[in-house]
C-alpha cells in the first residue's frame, strides 16, 4: 500500500518499462495573476477564495496544445489531472464511444485516485488551452478546493451513469 501511496504522490516513479502518457510539454511560463485569470474561469472553482486559487495557482501549469494532440492514452499511467479554459476535446472510451468536453471541465482524475490506468484516450479537437497539476500535487489541490471533490465524486457518479446506459442501450 505504501508503494501505491508513494506512486500516486509522485515520490516514486513508475517501473521504467510501464508505458507512460504522452509527454507534456508546457510552452512559456504564465504569470500568476494570469493563471489566477484562468482558474476563476473554471465553474468548479468558483467558491474558492483568493487565497485558495492563489495556491492552487502556484500548482498548475499552463498547457496549449495544437488539435489532434493526445492528451491522455487509455490505459497507460496517468501523471496529470487537466481542467479546459479554452477549446475542446473528445473523450474516447472505448468500444467507439465519444464524448466532447469543452471550457470548465476536467478529466484525468481517475487514475491520480485509484492509481489505476487511464479509462480512456483523451484528444484535442481544437487547439486546447488546459490547466494542469501533476500527480504530486493532486491531494494538495483536493484540500486547497474542498467543493472540488465531492463535485469529482458527482461528475464521476454521472459518467458512470452514462456508460451503463450505453452498456444497456
Request: positive net charge; charged residues 25%.
Amino acid at each position: 500500500m505504501e508503494i501505491v501511496g508513494r506512486m500516486m504522490d509522485g515520490s516514486i516513479s513508475y517501473p521504467p518499462n510501464e508505458p507512460r502518457e504522452t509527454p507534456i510539454v508546457l510552452g512559456p511560463k504564465v504569470g500568476q495573476d494570469q493563471k489566477m485569470g484562468y482558474l476563476q474561469r473554471v465553474p468548479i472553482l468558483e467558491n474558492c477564495t483568493k487565497r485558495q486559487l492563489r495556491s492552487i495557482s502556484r500548482i498548475a501549469a499552463v498547457l496549449e496544445t495544437p488539435a489532434e494532440q493526445v492528451l491522455a492514452r487509455a490505459g497507460e499511467p496517468g501523471d496529470h489531472f487537466f481542467f479546459i479554459i479554452d477549446g475542446a476535446a473528445r473523450v474516447e472510451v472505448p468500444p467507439q464511444s465519444h464524448r466532447r468536453v469543452g471550457p470548465g471541465e476536467f478529466f484525468g482524475e481517475m487514475s491520480l485516485l485509484d492509481g489505476g490506468p487511464r479509462s480512456a484516450t483523451v484528444v484535442a479537437d481544437t487547439p486546447v488551452r488546459l490547466l494542469l497539476v501533476h500527480r504530486r500535487d493532486f491531494w494538495k489541490l483536493l484540500n486547497e478546493a474542498p467543493g472540488l471533490t465531492e463535485q469529482i465524486l458527482v461528475t464521476l457518479s454521472q459518467r458512470v451513469r452514462r456508460a451503463e446506459k450505453a452498456v444497456n442501450a
